[in-house]
């Protein structure tokens, strides 16, 4: 399966709640790969723990390099040897494979062309082959990588591959507007898929939200709010509820919901088990819900048709 990771604004929690749900699926025994297309800021290595590829790879090997043509393929980092936690060296018995495929180091946006069209497309093809998971972290917003993922999954060499779309939001007004329009809107996911060749009805269907960072009204961390700050929240909640529902990203297409996390909010990173249970410092509703976005991630239930 090849997975869109998108969102319509930056800072929506897209790559870490991704590079999280990747490493948990490999943890789970499936083979992932990672695929950072956000050109314009290739910093996956940086959530990977990988500090010799925190903001993309030098000596232009990466995959700005390969989809512009000058390598005739990216580098692939065997993240079980890169990755800088003590916890997961050696890797825990049972992990199955996990690569990074970072952009280069200094790339940025560029536009598409046919040529791009057709290598992206051979190395999706060769990946959803070798992999279980492909993981695609695409640029925020109505991006030359959003084009190119869709242009590219509209061809008939990709057709025979599951692919979905993941949109990731922030628990507020703002984010569940954007999230909305880039999915249904003008210009959106399902419109300019369409444009490309995609059948409506099944493009429709292969889209599904994540939320990050939603605050519990009910939990302990909000234990010392007033009364009418209380209220409030749970007023806020509510409507929030009803307008996502409104604009069609309600529980129906929820795929998963990541709580508000006090180590997320500070750093950028993957949440293992040993920040909860040994450092304390993580949630342990973090964790579950990571582990749960993981395992729907990957069940064919939570994708069926609406
Ligand atoms: N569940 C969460 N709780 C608290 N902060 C979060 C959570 N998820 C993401 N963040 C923080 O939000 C910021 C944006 O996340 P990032 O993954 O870089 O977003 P994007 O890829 O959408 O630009 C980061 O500082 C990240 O650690
Ligand atoms: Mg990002």
Redesign the pocket.
């Known amino acids: 399966m090849i997975l869109f ?1 998108t ?1 319509d ?11 999280n749900v990747a490493l948990r699926c490999a943890l789970q025994g499936h083979d992932v790969c990672y695929l950072d297309f ?1 050109f314009g ?1 290739p ?1 996956a290595g940086a ?1 990977f723990h990988v500090d010799s590829a925190a903001r993309g790879i030098t000596g232009g090997r990466g995959l700005h390099s390969y989809l512009e043509g000058s390598v005739s393929a990216p580098v692939e980092l065997d993240l079980w040897r890169h990755i800088e936690r003590a916890e997961l060296r050696p890797p825990p018995a049972g992990a199955a494979r996990l690569v990074l495929l970072p952009g280069d180091e200094g790339g940025g946006e560029f536009p598409i062309d046919d040529e791009m069209i057709d290598r992206c497309q051979r190395l999706l093809r060769r990946l959803a082959e070798e992999f279980e998971l492909v993981i695609v ?1 695409l640029s ?1 917003g109505r991006s030359y990588a959003l084009q190119l993922a869709l242009e590219v999954t509209a061809r008939p060499a990709l057709r025979a591959v599951t692919t979905r779309w993941l949109v ?1 939001h ?1 628990w507020t007004r703002q984010h569940i507007i954007a999230a909305a329009g880039l999915a249904y809107g003008d210009h959106g996911i399902v419109a300019t898929g369409v444009d490309k060749g995609h059948v409506r009805d099944q493009l429709d269907d292969s889209v599904r939200f994540v939320r ?3 605050p519990a009204p009910e939990s302990s961390q909000f234990a010392g709010l007033l009364p009418t700050q209380a209220a409030w929240l749970q007023e806020t909640d509510a409507e929030l509820q009803k307008l996502a529902a409104r604009r069609r990203v309600g529980r129906s297409v929820l795929l998963g919901s ?12 993957l949440i293992l088990d040993s920040d909860v249970r040994t450092l304390q410092i993580a949630n342990k509703e ?1 964790n579950a ?1 990571l582990d749960a976005l993981a395992e729907d991630v990957l069940n064919d239930d939570s994708w069926e048709g609406l």
């Open positions: 990771a969102s604004k930056g800072g929506t929690g897209r790559s870490v709640t991704s590079c956000d800021s910093t959530i972290d925020a990731f922030r990050t960072a939603v990541v709580p508000l996390d006090p180590v997320l909010q500070w750093r950028e990173q973090t819900a």
